[in-house]
């Protein structure tokens, strides 16, 4: 009788071994791919305990860094005396919304020297650092301070401006103590202006927006963004010190001196929506030295974690680190008008240090 050609044969049981076998090896495989994959998934966005309750002034991470480090220092900060990681967290909340609305800042063509430093060439528009506090001000502090510096180049007169009106009065783009939107900070400063600190000091916590006094508010002309080295060089040399997020590392935390650059082991924070916890400077200089018979550049900058961070509360950080942002630099031009000169005073809480 003839076999029908249309018939399906049935296997044999060697080859229904063979695939069952490769069938399981396979589905192993796949399931192994996915928990590995999901591994390194919450490795990379989730942050482990132990460096969440880590102390950032961790002894054995100082001496970590003092050991491994190049041409750069490290020590325990009082500003961060007794906070862990976790705690850093509250400083968060510092963002750039959108860098294109602001148009590009114009500069002419000018050759800027290999090394500047504005508080040489200004020295009576620089007179401290700011200790900001358990409040994430670093958004208005770097902008207003760098306004205070402005006018003060502008007109040779220093005025304190107030950071505790932007904080408490700014509800459309900034947060308070919140944090706040670096690239639209300036809007505030240009349609309703800033008294001095001496009417409203800052005391680092969301006051109401409440002040009396006299003083007329000192508004913004205009502001821009840079996006390159160069760009930021001239727009200091010419005008004065620029504001540009940084990306905060646990090792930057602990910087006493020297040039920064994160150590291999460093480790980024994340605010806890997984996103990098940024941190606002102002950009006053650069330079370059010699570190192991290599020539480092470096930006200069001023931080608000107090005068008793850093190099008296300023850093070097360099130029081609991963920690400053210089494409997202920004600067505001105060309107150019003769103000009266007002002394800042002794305020409560952590305040701005000499």
Known sequence: MATNPLRKVPPGPGRKKKRDKSFEYNLWIGSTACVVLVGCAIALFAPSADLVEALVNDPSLVAHVNRNAQGWKAAESPFFQDWSLGDVRRLSGVKVSNAGVLAECTLPDVTVPRSFDARERWPHCFSGVYDMGNCSSSWAIAAVSSMTDRL???????????????????????????????????????????????????????????????????????????????????????????????????????????????????????????????HAVKIIGWGVDSVKSFQKEYWIIENSFGKDWGESGYAKIELNGKILLPELAFAGTPMNSKVAFFNTSETDGRNKQA
Not at 172 to 182: T, V
């Open 152 to 278: 003060c180049i502008a007109q040779n007169e220093r005025l304190e401006l107030s950071v505790q009106q932007l904080l408490s009065c700014d509800q459309k783009f900034g947060k308070g103590c919140n944090g706040g939107a670096l690239d639209m900070v300036w809007n505030y400063m240009k349609e309703e202006g800033l008294v001095s600190s001496t009417c409203f000091p800052y005391k680092a916590d969301a006051l109401p927006c409440s002040f009396q006094c006299n003083e007329e508010p000192k508004r913004l002309s205009s502001a821009c963004r840079l996006s390159t080295a160069e760009q930021i060089r001239r727009e200091i040399f010419i005008n004065g010190p620029v504001v540009a997020p940084i990306v905060l590392w646990n090792d930057f935390l602990i910087y006493r001196s020297g040039i920064y650059q994160e150590t291999r082991t460093a480790t980024p924070l994340v605010e806890s929506e997984r996103e990098q916890q940024l």
